[in-house]
């Protein structure tokens, strides 16, 4: 029986060998192919004798080169290096010396000038300035005089609004050229300016904001619209099958074709042939933001900032008669990304109203050479006009580019205390705000006939007096003993607990490019009066919040005193109520953004009474409209909500409360 | 064969005589001793052959048994390149219609030894760094070698260096490549010399102590106008300037490659690069310079004096942020233009400077990889890559968002928002909150997602009258995901999902909680919300939902967000986070946090105080037990999505938002949510 067993256990395990042998061996021969297997990509091949390769510089051959003559510098092909003498502009700042036009202008050409003349570059000694600007839009025939001062066109700047104007009449040479679409044939990068082609009614200041309300493409918005050569626009079909990828587009008559002059139908794309006549499309595409295809020959870039692969240039060089690329999307293709680059473009301001301004800053930076823009400064918002270089090159220290740089505000603030011609030393204030532990240094601004008292509380904080000031928007001037990027902005009426100013200055770390108020005012359009009016009566929602007790970024004081125009700057000291009002402007129009409101404990209409609405007098009435009008648009954006600490008013224990001294009725 | 009949003959014979215990024993060892066998067998004999196959066909392949082919004298030439040549005129794009994943196509030529009539060779065959070139090509996701898919093609043809071609014989030679067509869609690599290779690598690592000359220029054969300029700047600005040139008392064994001189001064080049902050690049005989590449690798800031320069892949990196290019006119100026330069800019110039090597110079790996990928970029431009992806460090990228919904724009209430509400099969609560909410005035559409595919939605005339549209979606599969498919019905931005068993939300709330959504369009603006907390002894994230002063998430269970975030979560959503909320049926809310708050980079709002919900959370069954369970589960699910996503991307803030007037001393007629807060 055992010995039976074993024997058969030998068996199995010869038969088994024996199957495995015989069986799987020729089985597995015919599966193991004799070469690399058909299919997979074979690649290039490793080489035997790769490493016995030689170099393709024999080591006997220098790197260097032989030395070049350096190239003369000539008109044809002007670059910035060549043709443009910056000393001037380094040792007197970029001053703008404007010719006088000799001819009746056009309404644009008149608004532009118009509009140097009223900033900051502007000079009316051609002998000081560094740039001479000549604009060359006069009927044919009138535009042959060469002006005064000409110098080969050296540090000159001629404005062509309409393509082709005065062309050929006398050799611009060494004169930069701003010109409104330019052909790649005589554009010189780098060096000449390219300008969207203006409507006759573009406004100079502000203007509309862009007609874009949503982010995303509406679900029924065709994928492309064409501009007809009769000034229609047509719809392309949705349906991107029509613009298989081997072939041409069908040529799809749609159903659709608006009128000549008509607004932009609702379409994700819109192609715009290189015609002349065409350009203007193109800023009409942008206001409501869609993505613009582009046949060839255009420069779109302005003076080559917007230089990201940026919707404009996604189609950009479809042979003609083709979809664009973006035509025949994947499914999986990011919807709102196209459209959001265009957007920037469109709401930002190179496209948008603000030319002379955005050009004279492209030229600026250039002479600033490494200290200018960088580019994401450029192209992110609110662009590079509200972004002073000025203040800083790294995006860093601008309250817009904290997520995209990856940092975070820093978590201290210096408090600003103003205190005015009536104001007493505002103790309660100073204790109040020194026992915040955000708190870095308080400043005083004393702008009062007394001096100030020779003794100040003990704080944990340093305290330091600046005294001197007289004019209210002194308090809004960036003053280097600012050692921190968050001001909280107080006066001496104002009355604050610790728990309310830690609070703010929390919400503040969330909305850095924000104000962040404890009171507030609410503008509104005075239908009897025809104009613009604000109230500080309590009511569901508000649009500005009171400087006397605000958070907001340091970049505000440098952007208040150095980019706002004479005549606003004018009405600021005029009338001291005013500047409330416009620096809360100047951040909506940087943001686009409603401000903050947090929770005040107290009744502050007690407190501070010269601030109260009943009191504002005709002059400070009239100072929100005076100020819409310089802005040239109203900017401010109402808000309907409050900020509030997560269990404010809560019913449950005060103990769990990080905030009590908000609760306090 | 044999064998197994073998087996069959003794089988029965043997089975009757053993217990049956004994017999599965038996069949038992018999199947694993076999199985074992063709185990071995097929580990023995596979990867042998494959081995010995592969051995052989590499055999054959030196370079130097490469077929020769020999190009008659009368072969035809080229067209010379068009230089008006634009990539929508000499490219055609309709070659790269085959793109599973918008990826071009790239066929590699075989290589071949090219001889003239007299069997000279045009060229060395191949050198060395087109051969790693190539081979980072075909290692690639472009490569393919199905010359009909390919839409660009890579001659073997070496011109990397044109001073060793025979100019005409390459020409003839290209023009009868098999797809030549006037060189439509060929790529030809024509490198600016590299620095020597053979580097010393204590370069490698970067050095932050201060530099000790200001400005440097180490180029050998300048022109003497050049080098005279430069001698005047270093007359007139001393230490801080060093001007270096070929040293001419060497002897004759040291590699006069690695050395430079100032004067007797002996320095070892290319080390010396690495004591300055900024480094001339000159004009040489090609505008091109080796020293560019050393300079980069050195982390020294190129000054770039040589007009007209196209500098390398100008196309996507922004040259700004790495060099400052001056004018040649300017260079008498070079050193004044750099002074003003701020030394928080020198250092992120010094930064970007080496970023730009180690990502798209340092190997020719890199090099092809980098012009492939913009090739790539120009055919698939809806699928290129972003500024901010070719420029930015990697420690910017990772902190950094670029937030797609980026514009200050406050969508216009008449567009009102689209609920969604999630339902299985609680019908009546599911009509109660279809009531409710259609009372909200914003409210333009209502859709329901019927998650329950075993039983039908009911019918029609049993459904509450409401003043909106109200379309019934049914699912395919009961997954929790179905909420945040981006169905084509949801024609507004705003999305509000709610639960089928939220009832308790008043109008007023609901109302409110759209507009503060329209001021926040990018966020996740919802009633419930909780907090994720790092628990030190455990080491890892934990889900709190009791009362805190924090908030870090809100629920979806009724929460308002662009309709975008569906599209993100339904198609972009990072890893295997989908299919894992489907599996376990859970945490598809904090799933949706995490994206929202990953691609944002901002933090949820959390609208108006915090009242009883209805939620699973609290109507346990029994209470603690199951509630406990369900805590752990959701922390689960916190750790598992930030190792996913690789951050904690939630952010954690103190605020919450309520109606400007909430609970101040006002008459509660005159507020326009008065029924905010009620229990």
């Known amino acids: ?665 | 064969m044999c064998a197994s009949v073998k087996y069959n003959i003794r089988g029965p014979a043997l089975i009757p005589r053993m217990k049956i215990k004994h017999r599965i024993y038996y069949i038992t060892l018999f199947s694993v001793v076999l199985l074992g066998l063709i185990a071995t067998g097929v580990f023995q004999f596979w990867p042998h052959s494959i081995e010995s196959s592969n051995d052989w066909s590499v055999e054959k392949r030196s370079v130097r048994d490469v077929p020769v082919v020999r190009l008659p004298a009368d072969s035809p030439i080229p067209e010379r390149g068009d230089l008006s040549c634009r990539m929508h005129t000499c490219f055609d794009v309709y070659r790269c219609g085959f793109n599973p994943k918008n990826k071009i196509k790239v066929f590699i030529y075989s290589l071949k030894k090219y001889v003239d009539d007299s069997g000279v060779p045009v060229s060395n065959t191949i050198s060395r760094e087109y051969n790693e070139l190539l081979t980072a090509i075909s290692d690639s996701d472009y490569y393919t070698d199905d010359i009909t898919r390919a839409c660009l093609f890579v001659p073997s043809i070496d011109v990397l260096n044109q001073n060793t071609l025979r100019i005409k014989e390459t020409a003839q030679a290209l023009a009868q490549l098999s797809r030549w067509d006037r060189g439509t869609n060929h790529l030809l690599f024509n490198m600016l010399p590299g620095g020597p290779p053979d580097y010393n690598t204590a370069l490698d690592v970067p050095r932050d102590s201060p530099r000790r000359y200001f400005l440097l220029s180490s180029q050998m054969a300048l022109h003497p106008e050049y080098r005279e300029e430069l001698g005047a700047l270093q007359a007139k600005h001393g230490e801080s300037v060093l001007v270096l040139d070929k040293c001419t008392n060497l002897s004759e064994d040291v590699l006069s490659v690695r050395k430079r001189c100032h004067e007797h001064q002996v320095f070892d080049y290319p080390q010396v690069l690495q004591e300055a902050t900024f480094c001339v690049v000159l004009r040489g005989a090609r505008l091109g310079q080796a020293v560019l590449s050393d300079v980069l690798r050195a982390g020294c800031v190129p000054v770039v004096i040589a007009d007209s320069y196209i500098l390398p892949f100008s196309e996507v990196l922004d040259w700004k942020r790495a060099s400052v290019v001056v004018p040649e006119e300017k260079m008498a100026d070079v050193y004044s233009i750099l002074q003003s330069i701020p030394q928080r800019q020198i250092e992120e110039m010094q930064r970007q400077a080496r970023w730009f090597w180690e990502a798209y110079f340092q190997s020719i790996k890199a090099i092809a990889l980098a012009t492939l990928q913009i090739i790539n970029d120009r055919i698939y431009p809806y699928a290129a890559i972003s500024y901010e992806e070719w420029n930015d460090p990697p420690t910017v990228k990772w902190g950094s968002v670029s937030n797609p919904l980026f514009l200050p724009l406050i969508p216009p209430q008449s567009q009102g928002f689209t609920a969604i509400v999630l339902t299985y099969d609680r019908v009546e609560s599911l009509f109660r909150v279809i009531t409710e909410v259609s009372k909200v005035p914003s409210l333009s559409k209502l859709l329901v997602v019927w998650n329950n595919q075993n039983k039908s939605p009911p019918e029609e005339s049993l459904w509450p009258k409401i003043r909106v549209p109200l379309k019934v979606v049914r699912t395919a599969e009961n997954k929790l995901s179905n909420r945040f498919f981006p169905y084509d019905e949801i024609e507004t931005e705003a999305v509000l999902a709610i639960d089928d068993d939220i009832i308790m939300l008043t109008s007023d709330e609901l109302q409110f909680g759209y507009e503060v959504w329209r001021e926040f369009p990018d966020r996740l603006v919802g009633y419930p919300g909780r907090l994720h907390l790092w628990d030190h002894e455990m080491s890892k994230w934990k889900y709190e939902s009791e009362w805190t002063n924090e908030v870090s998430m809100v629920l979806t269970g009724a929460a308002f967000y662009h309709k975008y975030f569906n599209y993100l979560y339904t198609y972009k959503m990072p890893g295997d986070i989908k299919n894992w909320v489907d599996a376990h049926m859970n945490c598809e809310d904090i799933a949706m946090n995490f994206l929202v708050a990953n691609v944002t980079g901002k933090a949820v709002i959390k609208v108006t105080p915090r009242k009883k919900f209805k939620c699973p959370e609290c109507t346990a069954i029994d209470g603690l037990s199951l509630d406990q369970t369900h805590m752990v589960e959701r922390s689960e699910c916190i750790n598992k999505f930030a190792s996913v996503f690789g951050t904690m991307p939630l952010k954690v803030v103190e605020h919450r938002a309520d109606p400007v007037l909430y609970k101040d001393d006002f008459p509660e007629k005159l507020k326009s949510f008065p029924n905010i807060g009620s229990l």
């Open chain 1, 1 to 665: 029986m055992q010995s039976c067993r074993r024997k058969s256990l030998w068996l199995a395990l010869l038969a088994s060998w024996l199957l495995g042998l015989l069986g799987i061996l020729p089985l597995l021969r015919l599966a193991v192919p004799t070469g690399p297997r058909a299919g997979a990509p074979q690649g290039w091949p490793r080489w035997l004798d790769a490493e016995l390769l030689q170099s393709f510089l024999q080591p006997g051959e220098l790197p260097e080169d032989a030395p070049q003559l350096r190239r003369a510098p000539r008109g044809g092909s002007c670059d910035w290096g060549a043709c443009f003498d910056t000393s001037k502009c380094r040792s007197g700042g970029f001053k703008v010396f404007v010719y006088p036009a000799a001819e009746p202008t056009s309404e644009m050409q008149h608004k532009i000038l118009a509009s140097i003349e009223g900033s900051r570059y502007h000079t009316v000694s051609p002998t000081e300035a560094c740039l001479h600007l000549l604009t060359l839009d006069a009927p044919a025939g009138a535009c042959s005089l060469v002006p005064p001062k000409w110098n080969g066109g050296k540090n000159h700047l001629v404005l062509r609004l309409h393509p082709a104007s005065c062309s050929g009449t006398f050799q611009l040479g060494w004169a930069m050229v701003a010109e409104a679409s330019p052909t790649v044939d005589t554009f010189r990068p780098g060096f000449d300016v390219a300008l969207p082609l203006l409507p006759e009614a573009h406004p100079v200041r502000g203007g509309a904001p862009g007609q874009l309300r949503q982010h995303s493409p509406h679900p029924g918005a065709a994928l492309l619209a064409l501009a007809e050569e009769r000034g229609g626009w047509r719809v392309a079909a949705t349906d991107s099958s029509a613009c298989p990828w081997d072939g041409h587009c069908e040529q799809d008559h749609g159903p659709e074709q608006t009128h000549p002059g008509a607004a932009l139908p609702n379409a994700t794309f819109c192609l715009i042939p290189g015609r002349r006549a065409d350009a203007l499309r193109f800023l009409q595409a942008l206001q409501p933001s869609l993505g613009a295809a582009l046949l060839r020959g255009y420069r779109l870039d302005q003076g080559g900032h917007c230089s990201r692969q940026e919707a404009p240039t996604a189609g950009a060089g479809c042979p003609p008669g083709d979809a664009p690329h973006a035509g025949p999307r994947p499914a999986s293709a990011d919807p709102v990304s196209v459209g959001h680059l265009l957007l920037l473009s469109g709401e930002g301001h190179p496209y948008r109203p603000r030319e002379p301004a955005f050009l004279l800053q492209i030229i600026q930076d250039r002479i600033l050479g490494a200290s200018a823009h960088p580019s994401l400064l450029w192209n992110s918002p609110p662009g590079a006009l509200l972004a002073l270089p000025t203040f800083s090159t790294s995006p860093l220290d601008f309250p817009f580019y904290y997520l995209q740089q990856g940092s975070r505000p820093a978590g201290r603030f210096s408090a600003l205390i103003w205190v005015g011609a009536t104001g007493q030393p505002p103790l309660k204030l100073i204790q109040a705000v020194a026992g915040s532990q955000h708190c870095a240094q308080i400043l005083v601004l004393w702008s009062n006939d007394k001096p100030p008292p020779p003794s100040w509380p003990e704080t944990a904080v340093p305290l330091l007096v600046i005294e001197g000031h007289r004019k209210v928007s002194a308090r809004f001037f960036p003053h280097s003993a600012i050692s921190t990027d968050a001001i909280l902005s107080l006066d001496a009426h104002s009355s604050l607990s610790t728990s309310e100013v830690d609070f703010a200055f929390v919400v503040w770390q969330s909305f850095p490019e924000r104000m962040v108020g404890f009171l507030t005012w609410s503008h509104f359009w005075d239908e009897a009066q025809g104009r613009w009016g604000y109230t500080a009566e309590r009511v569901n929602e508000f649009s500005m919040v009171l400087t006397s007790a605000a958070f907001y970024h340091r970049y505000y004081h440098t952007l208040f005193t150095h980019s706002l125009p004479k005549a606003l700057r004018r009405l600021a000291e005029a009338a001291p109520h005013c500047v409330d009002v416009l620096m809360n402007f100047l951040v909506a129009a940087a943001t686009k953004l409603p401000p903050i409101k947090v929770p005040s404990g107290r009744r502050h209409e007690d407190a501070s009474p010269p601030r109260v609405p009943g009191d504002l007098g005709p002059a400070a009435r009239d100072c929100i409209d005076r100020v819409a009008a310089g802005f040239g648009h109203m900017p401010l954006v109402s808000s309907r909500l409050r900020l509030d600490p997560v269990l404010f008013k809560d019913p449950v224990s005060v103990l769990r409360k990080k905030y009590r001294g908000l609760e306090k009725p």
